[in-house]
């Protein structure tokens, strides 16, 4: 069993900045692939970006490429989500989830963070 | 970018009825990387299907997928009240990981 617990989430002005926090409990944190995803209003999934179990590699969405970065501490069972220069579009619940490379799927999901992005 | 589309994107049907969910990639897709979610308003998704046809811990038999290809079918063989929700289908094997549209079942 893993439990992720996203925090961090809260209306911010365009432009500007914003850290999502996941907080991992169960399962080893450390030997898993985690990812974000997004979700806008009344909207379907949308992949943000991932990091491999050490912090060793990368991915984001194109489109967001430059203005969000994924990291991890593994000493704290801890994922993160740095957001820049935030727009509109962005406006979404998060999730954190783990990918399992048994199973080739998202197994386990936190609850979601809602991030809106108005003035 | 491989995309994924679901149809219909609604169904509405009784309980005890059969539902039949369709996911057609814009390109052929590896089965081993093709999986499916049922996501319950104000929560988080649940994986259901992995693998294209192996059902997740605790899912019951009634769900099944199948599909190769560029074609895979969710298929609920007898709806229950409690499998109203939107499911998606989901492909990983190539950059970017890539979530169909969504099929919402209305019972």
């Known amino acids: 069993q893993m439990n992720l617990v996203e925090s961090g989430g809260g209306v911010v002005q365009p432009g500007r900045s914003l850290r999502l926090s996941c907080a991992a409990s169960?399962?080893?944190?450390?030997?898993?692939?985690m990812h974000w995803v997004r979700q806008a209003p009344g909207k379907g999934l949308e992949w943000v970006a991932s990091i491999w179990y050490d912090g060793s590699h990368e991915s984001y969405a194109d489109s967001l490429k430059g203005r969000f970065t994924i990291s991890r501490d593994n000493s704290n069972n801890m994922l993160y989500l740095q957001m820049n220069s935030l727009r509109a579009e962005d406006t979404a619940v998060y999730y954190c989830?783990?990918?399992?490379?048994?199973?080739?799927?998202?197994?386990?999901w936190g609850q979601g963070v809602l991030v809106t992005v108005s003035s | 970018e491989i995309v994924l589309t679901q149809s219909p994107g609604t169904l509405s049907l009784s309980p005890g009825e059969r539902a039949t969910l369709s996911c057609r990639a814009s390109q052929s897709v590896n089965s081993m990387y093709l999986a499916w979610y049922q996501q319950k308003p104000g929560q988080a998704p649940r994986l259901l299907i992995y693998?294209?046809?192996t059902r997740a811990t605790g899912i019951p038999d009634r769900f099944s997928g199948s599909g190769s290809g560029t074609d895979f079918t969710l298929t609920i063989s007898r709806l229950e009240p409690e499998d109203s929700a939107v499911y998606y289908c989901?492909?990983?094997?190539?950059?970017?990981?890539?979530f169909g549209g969504g099929t919402k079942v209305e019972i």
């Open positions: 989830a783990r990918f399992s490379s048994f199973v080739s799927a998202f197994d386990y």
């Open positions: 693998v294209t046809s």
């Open positions: 989901q492909h990983y094997g190539s950059s970017p990981l890539t």
């Open positions: 169960g399962l080893t944190f450390s030997t898993s692939a």
